[in-house]
């Protein structure tokens, strides 16, 4: 069975309400703050609505094997497929549907008995119909009563901002509800650029394989640059006043790794971590970085992403002047600033914990302040009110009256209208 979704079908007063809002900030030029309930909406309604879904109900055999059989060449993956449809069709008993013996000579009993011997475990399962027990139920006693129990088994959809078009928001200006529609679906491609995490997916490359990326990028067959964000640290330590016996300095002193002095490498300066005094004694720690030029965020922050695994994305002086990241390297998403995208660049496979990155969820950005309008019943502020039951979209002097006629009592006047409908 399959249930198909109408062309263009009513929205859900909520889900119309909210996009009605947008167009509204739309309308405003409030644009930050159209994207911010963009934003909202993708949270709160998702990225895609359903448009098919096939009901029904399905036997599962799942069999476990080693993966050495097919990466040692003793079996193709083809072969195993055979083998593993002619051991289900043994099982269900359907050799006179299936045919006793397949073309090119192969028994089903033959092929399903090799198979048998190169499984290491195997489950039966059911997915809606009546319950099934794989060692008393048969499959003809179980196919009688899938109609008691079906459940969703495919389904298919499209992008949430398909819904969002002039048919569908009849209220609004065509080129505002086109406009609308955009906004959601730079909010869509916000999310996904927002849990994209790239890298070497190639388990055989155990070095380099990243079981945190979801994308494959270029660090697989490329090598990364040989250079150090990050120029070690070292310590110093000066004594002050005549020794007694031994220099107590030496067991304070700490070269850096990098240089085995107490220096940067060429290219790095140094930066104090901390300094003071013990019994007389004056110790400091440095730290050497890279001088390279800092990202301003919103001039609030910055943007320094540097250690022996990390580099700067935007104008990397590794990647010659390129906005890319140096070979071997892995884009990372730090943040999305006012539209822009602001990157990292990481050895993918060097990336670390033992959890999985926890899924960022929109809003993107911080709710933006919308400027206070002294007097919304001047002629050059725009008002903007709707009508849902008269499908009628009303701005400036229209939308004033409306305003005044309701402020005065007049409740004919707003049938139909809701609250959050007027900005």
Not at 121 to 135: F, H, N, Q, T, Y
Not at 160 to 167: D, F, G, K, T, V
Not at 186 to 210: H, W
Not at 365 to 390: H, Q, S, W
Request: proline share 6%; net charge negative.
């Amino acid at each position: 069975y399959e249930s198909k979704l109408q062309v263009d079908p009513p929205l859900s007063p909520q889900f119309k309400s909210r996009l009605m809002s947008l167009a509204g900030r739309i309308e405003l030029n409030q644009l930050e703050m159209a994207h911010y309930e963009a934003q909202l909406i993708v949270r709160d309604f998702g990225t895609h609505v359903l448009k098919s879904v096939t009901a029904g109900a399905a036997i599962i055999k799942d069999d476990l094997f080693q993966r050495a059989l097919l990466e040692h060449g003793s079996y193709s993956r083809t072969q195993m497929l055979s083998y593993a449809r002619s051991s289900f069709y043994s099982w269900c008993g359907l050799r006179s549907s299936y045919g006793s013996v397949r073309s090119g000579g192969k028994d089903i009993d033959s092929e399903a008995s090799t198979y048998g011997a190169l499984v290491t475990e195997s489950s039966i399962r059911a997915m809606g119909g009546p319950l099934m027990d794989p060692k008393t139920t048969s499959v003809s006693d179980w196919t009688s009563e899938v109609d008691t129990n079906l459940v969703p088994m495919d389904r298919s959809g499209d992008p949430l901002y398909y819904l969002i078009n002039p048919h569908t928001l009849p209220e609004l200006p065509e080129a505002t509800a086109v406009e609308a529609a955009e906004y959601v679906r730079k909010a869509i491609q916000a999310y996904y650029e927002m849990n994209v995490i790239p890298g070497c997916r190639n388990k055989d490359l155990t070095e380099r394989f990243s079981r945190f990326a979801n994308i494959d990028d270029e660090s697989c067959s490329t090598e990364p640059a040989q250079s150090h964000g990050f120029g070690g640290s070292f310590q110093t330590c000066e004594k002050e006043g005549d020794e007694v016996d031994n220099d107590p300095c030496e067991e304070l002193k700490f070269p850096n790794v990098l240089t085995g002095g107490y220096s940067c490498p060429e290219g790095f300066k140094e930066n104090f971590l901390h300094k003071g005094s013990r019994l007389g004694l004056l110790e400091s720690e440095r730290h050497c970085k890279r001088i390279v030029q800092l990202i301003d965020l919103e001039d609030t922050a910055a943007l320094h992403v540097q250690n022996k695994h990390k580099e700067f994305f935007g104008r990397n002086p590794l990647a010659s002047g390129l906005k890319k990241c140096p070979a071997g390297f892995s884009k990372q998403l730090a943040t999305v600033n006012l539209g822009c995208e602001i990157y990292y660049c990481v050895v993918s496979w060097k990336l670390s914990g033992s959890a999985l990155p926890p899924l960022r969820r929109p809003p993107f950005m911080m709710k933006p302040a919308v400027p206070i309008v002294e007097d919304d019943r001047k002629p050059n502020n725009t008002l903007v009110m709707v009508d849902m039951e008269a499908e009628t979209w009303m701005q400036n002097q229209e939308a004033l009256n409306l305003q005044q006629g309701i402020t005065e009592g007049q409740s004919g006047h707003t049938q139909g209208l809701t609250p959050g409908a007027a900005a």
